[in-house]
């Protein structure tokens, strides 16, 4: 068993009460489940994206938001950062109408409870949700190729480091890996939004070859896998990339719209034959060179770097 299956539960509960509160958060760690507790609707719309629970339970009539518990279920499943699998519980203070119970589940809730509960059903159903969006999750993370983006996932970034590797090593070939995070413009901070990388992407599509490998990593962000690539061939990625970028700046200026820059580091190897390195370390040594500029904070498009040279 992994260690996170070793993990209890966690679920984000917000009820109208402190009270009803605190009463539902003992019934629930008694069963075995870790329990956030949420103090109304915008409470628990912040947590729901910042934790990631495996299940959120909601009170029907939770203040904070107009409309309640069904309301902050709408707006947790149009928010593009919210997981999708995750399951939303509406707990109702009396038995509801249909047209209210219809209200919630076409909201995107789950399952629509009752006062008074029956905690024994409820937890059932608690952990058949729970076991399909584990399930959910283990595909994603076996999966090779990212549904939203089209790039590879972690896995697929992982693999394919693998192939380029071994050829590398096989034909004496340079290979090199960048590592890129869109930053705002104003404010130089990470954007890492869907929104804001698929815009990147979009400016950065013809700075990239079609032998280039685009996926991501595993703490979210975008890695280039580049064939036949030492650190000359990397500076020229990266202007072809500055001069995209400034270019879109310049329309966007125009526009009076805030612009997206971006911050590398990367890691080259001349001759991958003549260096005793895996996979996994070269997209580490590239990452650690990102966060060595990141900490130096010297960046104005001048990318932090790691080289081997031929021996």
């Not at 219809?102 to 029956?118: H, M, N």
């Not at 034909?171 to 960048?178: G, I, M, Q, Y």
């Not at 413009?185 to 939004?193: E, K, L, R």
Request: proline share 5%; with cysteine; hydrophobic share 40%.
């Amino acid at each position: 068993m992994s260690e996170a299956e070793k993990q209890p539960p966690v679920l984000l509960i917000a009820t109208e009460g402190e009270w009803a509160g605190r009463s539902f958060e003992s019934v629930l760690a008694s069963n075995g489940y870790k329990v956030l507790r949420a103090e109304d609707g915008r409470d628990a719309l912040m947590w729901a994206t910042r934790v990631h629970p495996d299940a959120i339970l909601l009170d029907e009539h939770l203040a904070g938001v107009p409309g309640g518990g069904t309301e902050v279920c709408r707006r947790l499943r149009e928010d593009p950062e919210f997981d999708v699998a995750t399951p939303i519980v509406i707990i109702a203070s009396a038995p509801s109408n249909r047209s209210v119970r219809s209200e919630a589940l076409r909201a995107g809730a789950w399952l629509v409870c009752t006062q008074p509960l029956d905690t024994e059903t409820l937890f059932l159903e608690l952990g058949t949700f729970i076991r399909a969006k584990t399930a959910v999750s283990n595909a994603r993370a076996q999966a090779l190729v990212d549904s939203t983006t089209g790039l590879l996932t972690p896995l697929g970034m992982q693999r394919w480091a693998e192939n380029l590797t071994a050829r590398a090593k096989r034909n004496h070939e340079s290979l090199a890996c960048v590592v890129l995070v869109p930053v705002t413009a104003s404010s130089d901070a990470p954007a890492t939004s869907r929104d804001t990388m698929q815009e990147f992407l979009e400016l950065a599509r013809d700075a990239f070859r079609r032998s280039d490998v685009v996926g991501f990593l595993p703490d979210g962000r975008l890695a280039l896998l580049a064939p036949n690539t030492d650190t000359e061939g990397v500076h020229g990625f990266l202007a072809r990339l500055r001069a995209a970028i400034t270019e879109a700046q310049r329309s966007k200026s125009d526009k009076g719209e805030s612009g997206t820059t971006f911050n590398a580091g990367y890691w080259a190897v001349d001759d991958f034959a003549t260096v005793k390195m895996d996979p996994s370390e070269l997209l580490r040594r590239a990452t650690d060179a990102f966060e060595q500029m990141n900490r130096s904070r010297s960046w104005s498009f001048q990318p932090g770097f790691g080289h081997l040279p031929t021996s």
